[in-house]
């Protein structure tokens, strides 16, 4: 029992960094696989302290790019410990681009301690709603993804066909004129 304590204190003293592919280290969250408690998925979460639509450890949160210094975390600059946020953090324990409660992280709103969501936030749940609306909001992003792919090629094929047609009208011009000439001489000749 001893050990296992020790063990567990030591891994705590790791710079807790993560990756979007592996983790190596409890506490530590990858949205592939999740092997220890406090990990989080995208989808569903069953431990306190779990925070990320995409990757989180316990409460030292981790930048899906690089950390340079333990319990640090921002896709751009962190300038405290136990803060993060996407543009600024003005407190400990605190993550919101736009409001900020002891302990809560949401994009809109936070209702709870230790919950995020980027909508609504229940207890020691982790989500952007549900998994059908989740689902769905990435049916719609594939449809006008698709959708404006789709308009583009047209676009393209159509530009593409008048550049033929355009590009075929004059070989047929010069074939008209240089057909033209040698009648011309053809019919001098004769006369």
Known sequence: MEVSCVERYELRQLPHLISPVTASSSHLISPVTASSSHLI??????????????????????????????????????SSSHLISPVTASSS??????????????????????????????????????????????SLFISSHLTCHSLFISSHLTCHSLFISSHLS????????????????ISSHLS
Do not use: D, E, R
């Open 93 to 138: 324990h605190l993550i919101s681009p736009v409001t900020a409660s002891s302990h809560l992280i949401s994009p809109v709103i936070a209702s709870s301690s230790h919950l995020i969501s980027p909508v609504t936030a229940s207890s020691h749940l982790v989500s952007p709603v549900t998994a059908s609306s989740h689902l769905t909001c990435h």
């Open 41 to 78: 998925s995208p989808v569903i979460a069953s431990s306190s302290h779990l925070i990320s639509p995409v990757t989180a450890s316990s409460s030292h949160l981790i930048s899906p790019v690089t950390a340079s210094s333990s319990h640090l975390i921002s896709p751009v600059t962190a």
């Open 170 to 185: 004059q070989p047929l011009h010069l074939i008209s004129s240089h057909l033209s000439q040698p009648l011309h001489l």
